[in-house]
């Protein structure tokens, strides 16, 4: 059971990154996935978070009209489209599965430490 965030990497400010979150060992389709992130000193923070059918999401307002989650369950990946790049978005991404059996249930951003992590994938804006 594995999952795989890629797609980090060093831009300049106003630039755009595309993050994929690979999930093995296991259906995404049963879970809601969260994407987190972390600067140094700073507490990890949930920064966007989707539901199991990819048809409801929440965003930090932060990152809200700038970034957008996505996800493609046939593939098993979820996505973080980041445009408009500032150097505070600078920060190692996680991305996080939360296993959830209702059907109805949307998403949280809240962090908790029984999800499925993925190893992270450092994002650095220059300005």
């Known amino acids: 059971v594995q999952l795989q965030a890629s797609g980090g990497g060093s831009v300049q400010a106003g630039g755009s990154l595309r993050l994929s979150c690979a999930a093995s060992?296991?259906?995404?389709?049963?879970?809601?996935i969260v994407w987190f992130r972390q600067a140094p000193g700073k507490e990890r923070e949930g920064i966007s978070c989707i539901n199991k059918q990819g048809d409801t999401a929440f965003y930090k307002d932060s990152v809200e009209g700038r970034f957008t989650i996505s996800r493609d369950n046939a593939k098993n990946t979820a996505y973080l489209e980041m445009r408009s790049l500032k150097p505070e978005d600078t920060a190692v991404y996680y991305c996080?599965?939360?296993?959830?059996?209702?059907?109805?249930?949307?998403?949280?951003?809240?962090?908790?430490?029984?999800?499925?992590w993925g190893q992270g994938t450092q994002v650095t804006v220059s300005s």
């Open positions: 060992g296991f259906a995404l389709d049963k879970y809601t």
């Open positions: 996080a599965a939360e296993y959830v059996h209702n059907e109805y249930y949307t998403c949280s951003r809240d962090y908790r430490e029984d999800y499925y």
